[in-house]
């Protein structure tokens, strides 16, 4: 398996912006798949995710409401779509996989065993 994470860039407050986490492998279907974002000097923090096999989906709390995480299956690929971003959305942006990942843990890095390479979201105020 392989993510190729896209979409990312400058951006001002307010302004939207959609990434893209294209999944290389077989059975896409039946994988959850996260984002994750880090900032500097901080800790990698869960965003959203989307479960395999129903597209159950879940939101860290800041971003609820302002963010929309799907999935095309015809396409092997899961968005995040991003409204009204705010400079704390500043960081880089990672898309991570897991093919067995139980809701209770699905907020936790260390559950993904397959994580993409990052893109860099910068929101100016």
């Known amino acids: 398996v392989q993510l190729q994470a896209s979409g990312g860039g400058l951006a001002q407050a307010g302004d939207s912006l959609r990434l893209s986490c294209a999944f290389s492998?077989?059975?896409?279907?039946?994988?959850?798949v996260a984002w994750f974002r880090q900032a500097p000097e901080k800790e990698r923090e869960f965003v959203s995710a989307?479960?395999?096999?129903?597209?159950?989906?879940f939101y860290a709390d800041s971003v609820k409401g302002r963010f929309t995480i799907s999935r095309d299956n015809a396409k092997n690929t899961v968005y995040l779509r991003m409204n009204s971003l705010k400079p704390e959305d500043t960081a880089v942006y990672y898309c991570?996989?897991?093919?067995?990942?139980?809701?209770?843990?699905?907020?936790?890095?260390?559950?993904?065993?397959?994580w993409g390479q990052g893109t860099q979201v910068t929101v100016s105020s």
């Open positions: 492998g077989r059975s896409f279907r039946s994988y959850s």
């Open positions: 989307i479960k395999g096999n129903g597209g159950s989906t």
């Open positions: 991570a996989a897991s093919s067995s990942i139980i809701n209770s843990s699905i907020r936790l890095s260390a559950m993904y065993n397959y």
